[in-house]
């Protein structure tokens, strides 16, 4: 059974820093394209930056400069490490493995960002 849990989430103020993290199960991150996404409120949800199995990395425009996407295979953990952060990143953060079609998602963790 695959499964994907963030954790580090939390209320920060602006321009501070958080580290999320996604531990998977059942799969190996080295073998899947790694994502982080968000969802604020009332918004749909939007890819924040990917990790893929090539090993080649993006980010979105909104959070280039800031955010850094990393993987250790050996511990089969992703992270999302977000610096300056502002209040319009306040948003449930969900991590998702994909590979030939098929993805798994964990179930977020929340980040606010009071200003």
């Known amino acids: 059974q695959v499964q994907l849990v963030e954790s580090g989430g939390g209320l920060v103020q602006a321009g501070g820093s958080l580290r999320l993290s996604c531990v998977a199960s059942?799969?190996?991150?080295?073998?899947?394209?790694m994502s982080w996404y968000r969802q604020a409120p009332g918004k749909q949800r939007e890819l924040v930056s990917t990790?893929?199995?090539?090993?080649?990395?993006d980010l979105a425009d909104s959070v280039k400069g800031r955010f850094t996407i990393s993987r250790d295979n050996a511990t089969n953990t992703l992270y999302l490490q977000m610096n300056s952060l502002k209040p319009e990143d306040t948003a449930n953060y969900y991590c998702?493995?994909?590979?030939?079609?098929?993805?798994?998602w964990g179930k977020g963790t929340l980040v606010t960002v009071s200003s």
């Open positions: 059942g799969i190996s991150t080295s073998d899947y394209t």
């Open positions: 990790f893929t199995r090539g090993g080649s990395t």
């Open positions: 998702k493995a994909s590979r030939y079609g098929v993805s798994y």
